[in-house]
Nanobody, 125 residues
Framework: QVQLVESGGGLVQSGGSLRLSCEASGFTMDRYVIAWFRQAPGKERELVSSISRHGKSQYYPGSALGRFAISKVNDKNLVYLRMNDLTPEDTGVYYC??????????????????WGQGTRVTVSS
């Protein structure tokens, strides 16, 4: 049974940092893309960052570029999202997700199969 458990969220002031963790079980992590999504209040869920099977490639499609860093430790089934220079716009629930990967160089997925329950991040101004 696939399980994803996020942790590390909390309340932080603007300009602060947090590190989110995603602990995975029930599947072989080095066969999948792993991603972090965010759902802000009143908005749709959006991709924040994703990482390839073996962690060699990372993707930051939006405002996370230059501020966030995604990493994974396959043999420990852990994925991290280091977030620096946080702003109130980063507020939301952050979800870890497992996506299909056709090859090692895939850095994002068209289909995310499994999701965690999320961890809430609140950035105060």
């Amino acid at each position: 049974q696939v399980q994803l458990v996020e942790s590390g969220g909390g309340l932080v002031q603007s300009g602060g940092s947090l590190r989110l963790s995603c602990e995975a079980s029930g599947f072989t992590m080095d066969r999948y893309v792993i991603a972090w999504f965010r759902q802000a209040p009143g908005k749709e869920r959006e991709l924040v960052s994703s990482i390839s099977r073996h962690g060699k490639s990372q993707y930051y499609p939006g405002s996370a570029l230059g501020r966030f860093a995604i990493s994974k430790v396959n043999d420990k089934n852990l994925v991290y999202l280091r977030m620096n220079d946080l702003t109130p716009e980063d507020t939301g629930v952050y979800y870890c997700a497992v996506g299909l990967a056709n090859k090692d160089t895939d850095v994002a997925s068209r289909e995310y199969l499994y999701w965690g329950q999320g961890t809430r991040v609140t950035v105060s101004s």
